[in-house]
C-alpha cells in the first residue's frame, strides 16, 4: 500500500518561511513524477510545483522565485522550501505522485494524494 505523507504546515508571517516535506513509502519501484498542489478555501486545486525522474522542475508562476522543489531519489522524498510567503499563499498544501509499485507479482502504476498539510500565512 502506498502511502504519502506531508509534514511542514503551519503559521508563519508575510514574509517568512516555510519547508514542506512529503514522503511516499511502500512497495515502490518508480516515482516517474512528485509534484505540490494547494487548495485555497472556495478555489479550485493548483498546481504549485513539480519535478519529473530526469530532474526538471516546473514551478506555477506565482511562486517563481520564491519557492523551491527539491526531490531525493534515493528517499522518495521531496521538500518545498516556501519563502517570501504571502497571504494568497494560505492554503492546504497537498503532495501528489505518479507511482509504479510492486503488488505480490504485478507491477501498477497510479497518481497518489497525501492527505495535506495546512499553510497560514497571516500577521
Known amino acids: 500500500q502506498v502511502q504519502l505523507v506531508e509534514s511542514g504546515g503551519g503559521l508563519v508571517q508575510p514574509g517568512g518561511s516555510l519547508r514542506l516535506s512529503c514522503g511516499a513509502s511502500g512497495s515502490i519501484i518508480e516515482i516517474t513524477v512528485i509534484a505540490w498542489y494547494r487548495q485555497a478555501p472556495g478555489k479550485e486545486r493548483e498546481l504549485v510545483a513539480l519535478?519529473?525522474?530526469?530532474?526538471?522542475?516546473s514551478y506555477a508562476d506565482s511562486v517563481k522565485g520564491r519557492f523551491t522543489i527539491s526531490r531525493d531519489s534515493t528517499k522518495n522524498t521531496v521538500s518545498l522550501q516556501m519563502n517570501s510567503l504571502k497571504p494568497e499563499d494560505t492554503a492546504a498544501y497537498y503532495c501528489n505522485a505518479v507511482i509504479t509499485s510492486l503488488s505480490g507479482s504485478y507491477r501498477s502504476t497510479n497518481n497518489y494524494w497525501g492527505h495535506g498539510t495546512l499553510v497560514t500565512v497571516s500577521s
Open positions: 519535478a519529473a525522474s530526469g530532474g526538471a522542475t
